[in-house]
């Protein structure tokens, strides 16, 4: 099967997550954080988990809660009730924590550094790898690097009301990726100079 990587807007999306235990857990939290609506049909629900938001429910109402739902997520031990609850979901958007290649959406190992997220997707080949690659990735962002997105940010949005064309206001960015004065108050940690030395930058193109 060929997996294309997306981001997917889940505010208010409603997500159903048969399962109650670690992994159905881990990817509630996902969700509820991102805005989401979750119910779950299990056993017991964390204190956290109904902190945020999330709705416990039997695993009777299992119809109910597919019809209900935009997402179907499978994290049951419960062979027979997870291949009903993915017979019935058909048309929904599914993930299957227990056969993930049997679903149409991965839930990929994730993280965020500052504003930047970053998912890591091994084909399902290996998680172990996927948790390995990830401790590298953290290792070599560094705060400049976030310090830096802020920047562009800016330049991004300043450069809107200046330069119409795409390509144009491509160039520049690059040139202000590049400039050595901004990089050094980047260092120095010095966002708001920097911030008006784009802003003359940008200036000087009007």
């Given amino acids: 099967m060929d997996w294309t990587s997306i981001y997917l807007n889940t505010s208010n999306l409603n997500v159903f997550i048969l399962g109650t235990g670690e992994v159905a857990t881990r990817r509630a939290n996902k969700f509820l954080d991102?805005?989401?609506?979750v119910k779950l049909a299990g056993n017991d629900l964390s204190e956290e988990l109904e902190h945020k938001g999330a709705i416990l429910?039997?695993?009777?109402?299992?119809?109910?809660?597919?019809?209900?739902?935009?997402?179907?997520?499978?994290?049951?031990?419960?062979?027979?009730?997870s291949d009903?609850?993915?017979?019935?979901?058909q048309g929904k958007l599914?993930?299957?924590?227990?056969f993930p290649q049997k679903g149409d959406v991965i839930v990929p190992t994730s993280f965020n550094i500052g504003d930047i997220e970053i998912s890591i997707f091994t084909n399902g080949k290996s998680p172990l790898m996927a948790r390995q690659l990830r401790k590298k990735i953290q290792s070599i962002i560094t705060e400049d690097d976030?310090?830096?997105?802020?920047?562009?940010?800016?330049?991004?949005?300043?450069?809107?009301?200046?330069?119409?064309?795409?390509?144009e206001r491509k160039k520049c960015l690059y040139q202000i990726f590049e400039d050595e004065k901004i990089n050094d108050l980047i260092k120095s940690r010095k966002m708001d100079d920097a911030k008006d030395y784009i802003d003359k930058l940008i200036r000087g193109l009007e």
Avoid: P
Avoid at 84 to 89: D, M, S
């Fill in 94 to 98: 599914i993930n299957r924590a227990d």
């Fill in 146 to 167: 976030i310090l830096e997105i802020e920047l562009q940010d800016y330049a991004r949005s300043q450069l809107k009301g200046v330069v119409d064309n795409q390509k």
């Fill in 57 to 81: 429910c039997s695993t009777e109402d299992v119809d109910e809660l597919v019809e209900w739902s935009d997402m179907v997520i499978v994290a049951s031990g419960d062979r027979e009730l």
């Fill in 34 to 37: 991102h805005g989401a609506n």
């Fill in 84 to 89: 009903y609850v993915c017979e019935i979901a």
